[in-house]
């Protein structure tokens, strides 16, 4: 859906840097943020006309720099947008592909089928990506012990992935995301591909039982979690909000900080998927053992080492 770049007031179908800019303004910002320009009336009063933001560079790139610095400091989904993009590109990367960020793109033209490494490889990149971004999301974060920041982290990717997935794919197939889910940013797992899951396993002695095994998680995890999602379909704001009651609900000291964060209008969807977010948790990990036990997972893959205690 076109949306008015918040520096230049044109159409645009694409946005980047995780606000609503066109690709020439993020393009001008890029090529000239460190740059000393002048302001052709001197005095920088063309940043409240719109109409002269190209014919004076240096209000264009204030203008510019004003909108992120917004954003910085009050929307928490810049930061979700900027880890979607971490997440992204570190996949993209180890496949060999190199991005220029500022180029529009097709997501769907990225997406190929999980496996086993892809899975595990875009697990790293999620959890690193969540201790980068956690502490702009969520400042309480910045104040824990580190022990207890582990601890979160650890709890919390497994439903992150859960419900990010779940939104995505929602967003990207409509009707038909119940055949889908994401194994990791940037590969998905479909009802034709998952029995190829575990082609790439430590151990394929018993892949196939394996795999059978991961359609029954699909069924009995993902779709349930899913129906929730489907039925809440939050916006940006409200994802936020799902999201901290997802993070906070693994801390036991942050009770207080559940009621605060849901979304007034909806009050019993966030919570009929908070109380899901416990139950998940011991049954991947209960899934995650048998895989461990059947060869398919050893103990350094990141999901079941994340999981023992």
């Not at 697990?123 to 502490?135: D, E, N, S």
């Not at 309480?140 to 979160?152: G, H, M, S, T």
């Not at 994802?239 to 901290?244: D, S």
């Not at 849901?262 to 048998?290: G, N």
């Amino acid at each position: 859906m076109p949306v008015k770049c918040l520096v230049c007031g044109k159409q645009t179908s694409v946005t980047h840097m995780g606000m609503d800019a066109c690709r020439a303004c993020t393009v001008f910002y890029r090529r000239n943020r460190t740059k000393r320009l002048l302001c052709v009336k001197g005095y920088r009063g063309c940043m409240n006309h719109p109409k002269h933001a190209f014919a004076c560079r240096k209000c264009r790139l204030e203008r510019f720099k004003a909108i992120l610095k917004a954003g910085a400091d009050d929307d928490k989904t810049l930061y979700a947008s900027a880890l979607s993009i971490f997440r992204r590109i570190a996949e993209l990367n180890l496949r060999g592909i190199r991005l220029d960020v500022t180029e529009p793109y097709d997501e769907r033209l990225e997406i190929i089928p999980s496996t086993y490494q892809y899975t595990n490889e875009g697990k790293k990149i999620q959890i690193a990506g969540l201790f980068k971004y956690i502490p702009a999301m969520f400042p309480e974060f910045r104040v824990l012990p580190n022990a207890d920041k582990w601890l979160l982290i650890r709890n919390y990717n497994r439903i992150f992935h859960c419900i990010d997935s779940a939104l995505r794919v929602l967003r990207m197939f409509g009707k038909d995301s119940f055949n889908y889910f994401f194994g990791s940013y940037t590969t998905i797992v479909s009802n034709e591909s998952i029995m190829n899951f575990f082609v790439d396993c430590p151990d394929q002695t018993n892949a196939s039982t394996a795999a059978r095994t991961i359609f029954g998680t699909f069924r009995n995890i993902v779709d349930p979690i899913r129906s929730q999602i489907r039925q809440f379909d939050p916006s940006e704001d409200e994802f936020m909000a799902l999201m901290g009651l997802a993070f906070w609900s693994f801390a036991r000291s942050c009770s207080r900080s559940l009621s605060a964060i849901e979304h007034p209008s909806l009050p019993s969807c966030p919570r009929t998927i908070a109380a899901e977010f416990k139950r998940i948790e011991m049954l991947l990990q209960s899934d995650y053992d048998v895989f461990h036990l059947l060869g398919a997972f050893d103990d350094e893959t990141v999901t079941y080492k994340l999981g023992i205690r």
